[in-house]
């Protein structure tokens, strides 16, 4: 497969590894001392910042006129998003052009972590519900959410904005909340919140298995040597 070309307006972002080139604790990749052919690898793997209001799909749907991923980047022919994010949801979605890589990151064995701006000052009978599992409606079924580990945020979590207007706090407290699966069920966090009592204002995805959403910024692009995923079981909360 040939390099990707990147249109020049929107570059694709790549973070700088350690100059050591063995070293294998970053998942980013060492464009100063490596090329993307120079890759033992017959894929192409990325980490993104998927903004608000986009949809997480290269193709359109027919009567929806919402922006999609291919208008972040250039990528190459094949890629897909690996799982989704909802248009109205933010942070980290990984891409890819393996088929088993993405069926791999979607199973229950790799952790999702969220964290979650809700209506009101979340207290600790709701954190416990969420760790404990809620009952959500699914297709029109009820569903008994799975336990997970959730825990209020001490302080705001520095994250770029995302083009609207926060709701006024005179209406009333706002808080975060950080919560991890390994389900990924149709607006699953939005729906524990919600059953917990405490509607989701906004919801970003800062991690995926061991790769972090750090420091991007919204939209951002970055190319990744691998998707190798340390597995954490939802056995181990």
Same mark, same amino acid.
């Given at each position: ?19 050591? +080139?063995?070293?294998?604790?970053? *998942? ?15 894929? @192409? ?6 903004? @608000?209001?986009?949809?997480? &799909? !290269? ?10 991923? $291919?208008?972040?980047?250039? !990528?190459?022919?094949?890629?897909? #998003?690996?799982?989704?994010? %909802?248009h109205d949801s ?7 052009? %393996? ?12 952790e999702k972590e @969220? @964290?979650?701006?809700? *209506?009101? *000052?979340? *207290?600790?009978?709701?954190? /416990?519900? /969420? ?14 959410? =799975? ?6 945020? $001490? ?12 709701? %006024? ?18 607006? &699953? ?29 919204? #939209? ?5 040597? %691998? =998707?190798?995923?340390?597995? +954490? ?5």
């Amino acid at each position: 497969m040939t390099e990707p070309q990147m249109p020049e307006h929107k570059p694709i972002q790549r973070s700088q590894m350690n100059e050591n +080139t063995d070293n294998t604790s970053s *998942d980013e990749l060492n464009t100063e001392s490596v090329s993307v052919k120079e890759i033992s690898q017959l894929h @192409y793997h990325f980490k993104i910042f998927k903004p @608000y209001g986009y949809l997480s &799909q !290269f193709v359109p749907e027919r009567r929806k006129s919402k922006k999609l991923l $291919a208008e972040l980047a250039q !990528f190459p022919a094949g890629t897909m #998003a690996i799982g989704r994010l %909802d248009h109205d949801s933010e942070g980290l979605l990984l891409l890819t052009t %393996d088929g088993m890589v993405s069926h791999n990151v979607r199973s229950k064995k790799v952790e999702k972590e @969220y @964290y979650v701006q809700v *209506d009101g *000052d979340i *207290d600790a009978a709701a954190i /416990l519900r /969420l760790q404990t599992g809620v009952e959500i409606g699914i297709k029109g079924e009820k569903y008994l959410t =799975l336990p997970c580990k959730a825990f209020k945020l $001490a302080v705001e979590p520095e994250l770029p904005a995302n083009g609207r207007k926060p709701r %006024d706090p005179k209406h009333g407290p706002m808080s975060w909340v950080s919560i991890t699966i390994a389900e990924g069920k149709n607006r &699953q966090i939005r729906k524990m919140t919600a059953a917990a009592g405490f509607p989701t204002l906004r919801l970003v995805r800062v991690r995926i298995g061991n790769i972090h959403l750090d420091k991007m910024q919204s #939209a951002e692009v970055i190319q990744l040597k %691998d =998707l190798l995923m340390s597995e +954490t079981l939802a056995s181990s909360l």
